[in-house]
C-alpha cells in the first residue's frame, strides 16, 4: 500500500479567485473544476510530500504551502507584476534553496522554492 497523492485544500469564498495566482501565473492547469471545487496542478508526474515545521527557516513564519518552480526570478518578476504581496525574499537559503513568500489571493503564506 503507497499514498498516491496529497492535496492541499483552501477554503474560499470564491474559488474563481484562484485562477489568476495558481493558474495564470503559476502555469498549473485546471484539473478539475465543479463550480464549488476547482483543482489546479500538473498532469506530470509529482512527488508526494507533507512537512511539518515549528517556523518556515531563517527565523520566518511557517508557509501554508510551498511549490517549486523551475526559475525563483522568474517567477518572483511575474508575481510582482501581477501585484501579488511579498512578504520575503527572494533570497538564497543556505540549505540549498532558492525562494520567497507571497501571500495567495486568500491571505495564505505561499513560500515559492527552486533547489540550486
Known sequence: MK????VANIEAKDVAQAQRFYQE????????????????GSNQPMTVQISFATE????TPVPDLSI???DVDAM??????AGFAIE????????????FYVRD??????NILAHR
Request: hydrophobic letters at 45%; aromatic letters at 12%.
Open 3 to 6: 499514498v498516491n497523492r496529497i
Open 25 to 40: 501565473v503559476l502555469g498549473l492547469e485546471l484539473l478539475m473544476d465543479h463550480g464549488w471545487i476547482r483543482t489546479y
Open 56 to 59: 518556515g527557516g531563517s527565523g
Open 68 to 70: 517549486e518552480v523551475d
Open 76 to 81: 518572483f518578476a511575474a508575481m510582482q507584476a
Open 88 to 99: 520575503y525574499g527572494p533570497v538564497d537559503e543556505p540549505w540549498g534553496v532558492r525562494r
Open 105 to 110: 489571493p486568500f491571505g495564505k503564506l505561499v
